[in-house]
T-cell receptor
Framework: GAVVSQHPSWVICKSGTSVKIECRSL??????MFWYRQFPKQSLMLMAT?????????EQGVEKDKFLINHASLTLSTLTVTSAHPEDSSFYIC????????????FGPGTRLTVT | GNSVTQMEGPVTLSEEAFLTINCTYT??????LFWYVQYPGEGLQLLLK?????DKGSNKGFEATYRKETTSFHLEKGSVQVSDSAVYFC??????????????FGQGTILTVHP
């Protein structure tokens, strides 16, 4: 099946610093990728839709200046958490839309962010 | 709008027991339906899918049938193993409207299988 990677798998950073997370589709091109946030024992919360060559579309309540998304190529999207605070600590998961008609998304393994 | 309702968990079973996780949906048109599985500390893996009414998706002994008349997509497995312990998410994709590409997820069901 289609493979999506994320890097890093976990990161610890100090409050006030920025962290970049990469999401790559390894064996297919994805014009659309998605970024999710997941709290313990909860479902996924969609943060934004990342479109190659255009600005990301953010869900209501998500601060676009804090969570910067760049979809630089057909295989890479990045999420930068700027001026991170402890409340940003979470599990971040990306996905890539593999089949625009059928809606099949493939997910990365996730990134555990801890802000101290 | 679109919505997915999953059977509340957690579900605890003994090995070799029969599993059913209920999933019902609300959507206009003809959505595609998915089951995803998430193992501890990992992302989601596509388990199976169905793209039209009466389709049956199957994989690794799991199966689910797209029932338009009852708007359901229940997940079943005849004999669960300890390695099936995970969180299972039912999800819907509707190509129409402004939700292009987005999946609508259920709340997830935690499954624990004991030896």
């Amino acid at each position: 099946g289609a493979v999506v990677s994320q890097h890093p798998s976990w990161v610890i950073c100090k409050s006030g610093t920025s962290v970049k997370i990469e999401c790559r589709s390894l064996d297919f091109q994805a014009t659309t990728m998605f970024w999710y946030r997941q709290f313990p024992k909860q479902s996924l919360m969609l943060m934004a839709t990342s479109n190659e060559g255009s600005k990301a579309t953010y869900e209501q309540g998500v601060e676009k200046d804090k969570f910067l998304i760049n979809h630089a190529s057909l295989t890479l999207s990045t999420l930068t958490v700027t001026s991170a605070h402890p409340e940003d600590s979470s599990f971040y998961i990306c996905s890539a839309l593999h089949h625009p008609i059928g809606g099949e998304q493939y997910f990365g393994p996730g990134t555990r962010l801890t802000v101290t | 709008g679109n919505s997915v309702t999953q059977m509340e968990g957690p579900v605890t079973l003994s090995e070799e027991a029969f599993l059913t996780i209920n999933c019902t949906y609300t959507a206009t048109g003809y959505p595609s339906l998915f089951w995803y599985v998430q193992y501890p500390g990992e992302g989601l893996q596509l388990l199976l899918k169905a793209t039209k009414a009466d389709d049956k998706g199957s994989n690794k002994g799991f199966e689910a049938t797209y029932r338009k008349e009852t708007t359901s997509f229940h997940l079943e497995k005849g004999s669960v193993q300890v390695s099936d312990s995970a969180v299972y998410f039912c999800a819907l994709f509707n190509a129409g409207g402004t939700s292009y590409g987005k999946l609508t997820f259920g709340q997830g069901t935690i499954l624990t299988v004991h030896p």
